[in-house]
């Protein structure tokens, strides 16, 4: 009996323990030479400097974004407020708020920290308010922004001018090399190929 209760807590300790290691937030790694870092946690990355072009209006910001090169890698976009694309928008506010993760910006200050005052390991983090690619859907001329002074989120008017912090899907360091470059590549091991059996 004794065995059987001591096994029985020793599980709970196991599976309490690995909850509490899988909702640890794991550390920013730098990507693009410094000029952004990859979030583990949501399977993106974000821009270095998240102030990179000043204040626009929401259609401009995305695109802006979308338009955007950094370190040679293209593809990037606004953050999503309504990653799941279910229609409910999660506010952080306070922190450890479930579903939180499916509000990029949210989650980076809420969860991860990130703010005006601790903006490691970003440079440039505004008081003021940060554009989500998430438009409102009870009305179609607001969309959803960040405040990084508070971490407060509202709908804005489209035609007021925010920040926008570029965000790319998943890890840029495992974008695939474009296809040019491979060709590049092969023809240049071609010629070396060539050049080693003339001088045989």
């Known amino acids: 009996m004794a065995s059987r209760l001591l096994g029985a807590i020793s599980a709970s300790i196991i599976v309490l323990v690995s909850q509490a290691a899988q909702a640890a937030i794991v550390p920013f790694e730098s990507r693009l030479g410094g000029l952004a870092f990859y979030d583990h946690n949501l399977d993106v990355t974000w821009v270095a400097d998240s102030n990179i072009n000043g204040l626009m209006d929401w259609n401009t910001a995305n695109t802006w974004a979308a338009g955007l090169t950094i370190g040679g890698v293209s593809g990037w976009r606004l953050p999503s407020a309504d990653v799941n694309g279910d229609g409910t928008v999660v506010d952080c506010n306070g922190g450890g708020v479930a579903g939180c993760a499916d509000n990029e910006m949210g989650f980076l200050y809420w969860e991860e920290g990130i703010t005006t ?4 390991p970003f440079t440039d983090v505004r008081s003021g308010v940060y554009w989500s690619a998430t438009g ?10 960040l405040g990084f002074n508070m971490g407060q989120l509202a709908t804005n008017s489209k035609t007021s001018t925010n920040y926008a912090w570029a ?3 998943r890890d840029v360091s495992a974008v ?3 296809a040019a470059l491979w060709l590049f590549g092969s023809g240049l091991l071609g010629l070396i190929g060539i050049s080693r059996c003339k001088k045989a």
């Open 117 to 120: 005052i601790n903006q490691t």
């Open 136 to 145: 409102s859907s009870s009305d179609s001329s607001s969309a959803w922004a």
């Open 167 to 169: 965000v790319h899907d």
């Open 176 to 178: 695939p090399v474009p």
